[in-house]
């Protein structure tokens, strides 16, 4: 049994396996090779795409997807060890884990940080959690990374741009008013270093560099194939050469559950929005989000409206990419 967690546990091959088969399953939507199976959907936070895509998906591959809201119609889940429950919580997670495992064939969980302390959100213990004590393969929904979405990303970037290596990924922090999860730009850096593109992180100051397990593992994969990953504060200097702008904002790790201080900081860094101006410092570029995004805030209608724009291939993509996970923990 195997469960997908993060990709840092996966191969680019085994990756790329999937990639393939997502796309045979665009080709030919339907299939019943899981007729029968049931998937449980954990969500602890919102979602457009990720549930619409995994219900729909489930559905074409002859599955039965149930979603469940803990807190919210299910029972509050305790997740520390050896304490009396005498909170909130009803039923601890060594029993939802074990029971749900004895229903479906999968569980899948969306658990964001709590956003006050980086170093216990950093050990993601929800879905650590249920892949310690389920029964039947984990999938990361996002929590602080989004697996599903990179390989979405991927396959939208393989689509429209081609061959992967030696090609310039940028990935560009964007202004949002509010400090947000670091999950897909810790996963924008990986899969992207992992397909063998030079990597540039572009982003305010050093304070809103990633944490060090993403950054290191960026840095081995690009070492290991002969690419670079660089950290850069200069916006036209990181637009040049690229042929992949990617956007995304998040809060700075050093401020994690103090976020006054970060405000003006970010305040001050407004000009950071994706625009026609600095997208045409590149050659060609594509540009993509991972939804939802804020218009005018993160990037200009002009430059979302453009034909350069992939971010509705690759929201697509989570539907195609999801029944290839699901296949290949399932079958
Ligand atoms: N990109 C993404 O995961 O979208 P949702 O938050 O709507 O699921």
């Given at each position: ?297 993160k990037v200009t209608d002009g430059v979302l409206d453009s034909p350069r724009s ?22």
């Amino acid at each position: 049994m195997r469960h997908f967690l993060s990709t840092l546990d996966w191969s680019r091959a085994e990756l790329q396996a999937l990639l393939d088969d997502a796309r045979a399953l665009k080709r030919h939507p339907h299939t019943a090779d899981l007729a029968g199976k049931g998937i449980a959907l954990v969500f602890f936070n919102p979602s457009l795409r990720t549930r619409t895509s995994f219900e729909l998906g489930a559905h074409q591959l002859g599955m039965k997807a149930i979603v469940l809201e803990p807190g919210k119609g299910a029972w509050p889940i305790e997740f520390d060890d050896e304490v009396v429950m005498d909170g909130e919580p009803e039923e601890h997670i060594r029993e939802v884990a074990q029971v749900l495992s004895r229903y479906v064939d999968a569980i899948a969980v969306r658990a964001f940080p709590k956003f006050v302390d980086w170093s216990v959100d950093r050990q993601d213990k929800v879905i650590q959690a249920f892949a310690r004590f389920a029964t039947v393969p984990v999938i990361n929904m996002e929590t602080i990374t989004h697996p599903c979405q990179e390989l979405a990303l991927m396959m939208a970037l393989q689509q429209r741009v081609g061959p992967t290596d030696g090609k310039k990924f940028v990935l560009t922090w964007t202004y949002h008013p509010k400090p947000l999860n670091t999950a897909v730009a810790n996963s924008a850096l990986v899969i992207a270093a992992k397909f063998g593109f030079d990597v540039t992180l572009l982003c305010p100051t050093k304070a809103y560099v990633l944490d060090e397990r993403y950054m290191q593992a960026a840095q081995g994969y690009c070492a290991a194939q002969g690419r670079a990953l660089s950290v850069s504060h200069d916006i036209d200097s990181a637009y040049k050469g690229a042929d992949v702008v990617y956007a995304k904002s998040w809060g700075a790790l050093p401020y994690f559950g103090n976020w006054a201080p970060e405000k003006p900081i970010r305040d001050a860094h407004k000009h950071f929005i994706v625009d026609e101006r600095k997208m045409d410092l590149t050659p060609h570029a594509v540009f993509s989000h991972c939804l939802p995004v804020r218009r005018g805030v993160k990037v200009t209608d002009g430059v979302l409206d453009s034909p350069r724009s992939i971010h509705i291939e690759e929201a697509e993509n989570r539907l195609h990419v999801q029944k290839a996970l699901m296949r290949s923990l399932l079958r």
